[in-house]
């Protein structure tokens, strides 16, 4: 298989973040709207400067992102529309760094978002996956929870990884998202309230789950002299990889898609797993952050628990992990939850974290992981950013 080529000269500017609501009576075209302003205005342009726009949603049914143009002014030359849940940020960043290197767009805001309903998580998953719906519903279930059971209780059963090992992600994390202005989860998680909490679908307890909410997120891609141009402090991409439908033929969903390209992915960014100054994973469940922490190369596969355990995955840490609070604590704004951690990674390599900022950070790596369809999630991605000029 060929190297696939260089993202040299492509900058990531304007991160954005909603504050997150538990329900709204708002749209996901509000909550994209409102995101999409707040990176235009932090980069100081306008909407008709926009000439490529790229949305991930799911409950913005029954528009997409041609709706949204007419709905929001827009008139893009680019649009994509990334239906890939938590890997949409890594795909959509992808996708809009190649057309800014081929000159098909000069600026392409990425955006996520989706509102939540009383209602909208059931409406969801009924009609989510067809897989879903012929193999698991006909047994009186549906949804993540149980799906993500199975996956965590063979981990444990395979590589001796315990609840506190877990435990040791979630509570963690509590503690970032207690430094995010943005986040749902405004109370300390102590490890004993983690191990007490009521059962959801055995092995999965209360806090190992995230919590639906409503939000969004944005980002701009723009070449790097375009950022320059306008002053703005900018990541450079180093890196990015997607797989889809990756190992189909393992019983159970043990490894994920970066397996398949994660010698890519480092190579391309000239770093390794050593060189992050942080590192965002997609975290539904704890089990999936310690999947990519092993598939991109940071321990061997199965020492991901102990990996973690030995290390301070707080924003003072030696080994900061989703410095907002991820989606564990910060919420899971649907689509949304695939940007958390690139919209929080370009905010650290360019010195514009806030309260969540990690000293001295100029690398980071983002992977996301999404569409569990049955058995499985079949979407991966990952990314490597740095820091860029006036950063």
């Known amino acids: 298989m060929g190297r696939p080529a260089s993202y040299d ?23 994209i709207a409102t995101a999409l302003r707040g990176s235009l205005r932090a980069a100081g342009i306008g909407p008709a400067d926009l000439d490529g726009f790229s949305v991930s949603s799911f409950t913005l049914f029954p528009d997409t992102a041609v709706g949204l143009t007419q709905h929001l002014g827009l008139c893009p030359r680019w649009l994509d529309h990334i239906p890939m849940g938590g890997a949409s940020a890594g795909v959509a960043l992808r996708r809009a760094a190649r057309a800014i290197q081929a000159g098909d767009a000069e600026i ?73 202005p943005n986040a749902v989860m405004k109370k300390p998680l102590s490890m004993e309230q983690y191990l007490a909490a009521r059962p959801i679908a055995e092995p999965i307890a209360l806090f190992d789950c995230v919590m639906p909410c409503a939000g969004a997120e944005a980002f701009l891609v723009m070449s790097e002299d375009a950022a320059r141009a306008r002053n703005l402090p900018y990541a450079r991409l180093s890196a990015a990889i997607e797989r ?7 019983p159970i969903q043990l490894r994920g898609g970066w397996t398949m390209d994660v010698d890519v992915l480092w190579e391309q960014a000239g770093l390794g797993p050593g060189d992050m100054d942080l590192v965002q994973t997609y ?27 030995a290390r301070d995955l707080t924003i003072a840490g030696d080994f900061p992990h ?8 910060a919420g899971q704004a649907g689509a949304a939850g695939g940007f958390i951690g690139m919209v929080e990674a370009i905010r650290q390599v360019t010195g514009q974290a806030g309260e969540t900022q990690v000293r ?22 990952a990314a490597v950013l740095s820091t860029g000029a006036l950063a």
């Open 108 to 180: 392409i805001a990425c955006v996520a978002g989706d509102t939540n309903h009383i209602d909208s998580f059931r409406q969801l998953l009924s009609s989510f996956s067809r897989f879903a719906m012929d193999a698991s519903y006909p047994y009186g279930y549906g949804g993540p929870n149980a799906s993500f059971a199975l996956l965590t209780d063979r981990y444990m059963t395979d590589y001796g990884a315990s609840r506190a090992d877990f435990g040791h992600i979630c509570v963690a994390q509590r503690e970032n998202a207690l430094r995010n």
């Open 9 to 31: 000269g492509v900058a990531l500017v304007a991160p954005f973040s909603t504050n997150y609501q538990r329900y709204s009576i708002d749209t996901a075209h509000h909550w």
């Open 283 to 309: 975290d539904d469940y704890p089990v999936i952050s310690v999947m990519q922490i092993e598939d991109l190369g940071f321990c061997a596969k199965g020492e991901g628990a102990a990996f973690l355990r």
């Open 360 to 381: 001295d950070a100029r690398t980071a790596s983002v992977s996301g992981f999404g569409m569990i369809n049955f058995d499985r999630g079949l979407c991966s991605s």
């Open 322 to 329: 989703n410095t907002s609070g991820g989606q564990l604590s």
């Open 244 to 250: 889809h439908n990756a190992h189909a033929t393992d």
